[in-house]
């Protein structure tokens, strides 16, 4: 554990820290989208970046009613995690000359964004119902339904024409 960080030793500590993990990562990913939207030229992943940053602001504020329904502070807690996905989606940003493939690399590392907000939302629920928290976990499961709707979307126009343009 961090030096400010609470020990866990229960499964509500657990649910507690793993709150304060996503709402770090997606604070994250809001103060990265705008690069993102900024540098992307097909028009509709420069939309779909778009989207989901109002989207993620959204879920943001889900997660503060999480905590407030729960009896804790809002804060988040550093996601190792999610700063490594962000740095090596702005290091490979860095490294891609070619537009097109550019917006094949930013989809893919948007790709990894969501697939690990998927697994954390996940989490939390089923954390969430354990701990007899059916309302917390129903407003988490909203960000969970978005997250996966958002995943298809992008999985769509990668197929459907960023990954043959890049190609």
């Not at 809002?74 to 070619?98: R, S």
């Not at 493939?101 to 989809?107: E, F, G, K, P, S």
């Not at 790709?111 to 917390?136: M, P, S």
């Amino acid at each position: 554990m961090g030096l400010f960080s609470k020990p866990i030793k229960t499964l509500d500590d657990l649910f507690v820290h793993t709150l304060q993990d996503i709402y770090y990562a997606e604070n994250q990913i809001a103060k990265n989208l705008p690069t993102m939207i900024e540098k992307a030229t097909d028009p509709q992943l420069k939309q779909g970046f778009e989207t989901h940053r109002q989207e993620t602001l959204n879920q943001v504020k889900r997660l503060e009613q999480v905590f407030q329904m729960h009896g804790q502070p809002v804060k988040g807690v550093t996601c190792a995690a999610m700063d490594g996905i962000l740095e090596e989606a702005t290091e490979i940003m860095g490294d891609v000359d070619d537009k097109e493939v550019l917006d094949a690399a930013m989809l893919a590392s948007a790709q990894a964004v969501e697939h690990y907000e998927i697994t954390r939302y996940g989490t939390l629920i089923a954390f969430a119902k354990q701990l007899g928290r059916e309302d917390c976990a129903a407003v988490l499961q909203q960000n969970l339904d978005e997250e996966k709707a958002t995943d298809k979307k992008l999985t769509a126009i990668a197929e459907s024409k960023v990954n043959r343009k890049a190609a």
